[in-house]
């Protein structure tokens, strides 16, 4: 059974940093692409970034390039965002998801999802 637990949320003053972690289990984590999405109340869910298999190649969506690095530690089976430099804007629910091989920015394209963390950015 495939499992993503995520965990580092809070709340934590504009400005801030937070680093959330992923913990997957049930699968070949090496053998997946990683990606962290967020949504807030009333809104999609929206792509944030994601990281190849090996950790070669990232992806950020533009509103937090610059401020989050997504990394993986594959010995640990484990998927991290680093979040420095937060803005009340960035307050959601974040998800990391995982699909076989190839990195996308597309929701529909992971099969794999975890319950999610919730980050409170007060101003």
């Known amino acids: 059974q495939v499992q993503l637990v995520e965990s580092g949320g809070g709340l934590v003053q504009a400005g801030g940093s937070l680093r959330l972690s992923c913990a997957a289990s049930?699968?070949?984590?090496?053998?997946?692409?990683m990606a962290w999405f967020r949504q807030a109340p009333g809104e999609e869910r929206d792509f944030v970034a994601a990281?190849?298999?090996?950790?070669?190649?990232?992806s950020y969506a533009d509103s937090v390039k610059g401020r989050f690095t997504i990394s993986r530690d594959n010995a640990k089976n484990t998927v991290y965002l680093q979040m420095n430099s937060l803005k009340p804007d960035d307050t959601a629910v974040y998800c990391c998801?995982?699909?076989?091989?190839?990195?996308?920015?597309?929701?529909?394209?992971?099969?794999?999802w975890g319950q999610g963390t919730q980050v409170t950015v007060s101003s």
């Open positions: 049930g699968r070949t984590f090496s053998r997946d692409a």
């Open positions: 998801a995982a699909r076989p091989v190839v990195i996308s920015r597309d929701r529909s394209e992971y099969n794999y």
């Open positions: 990281i190849s298999l090996s950790a070669g190649y990232t």
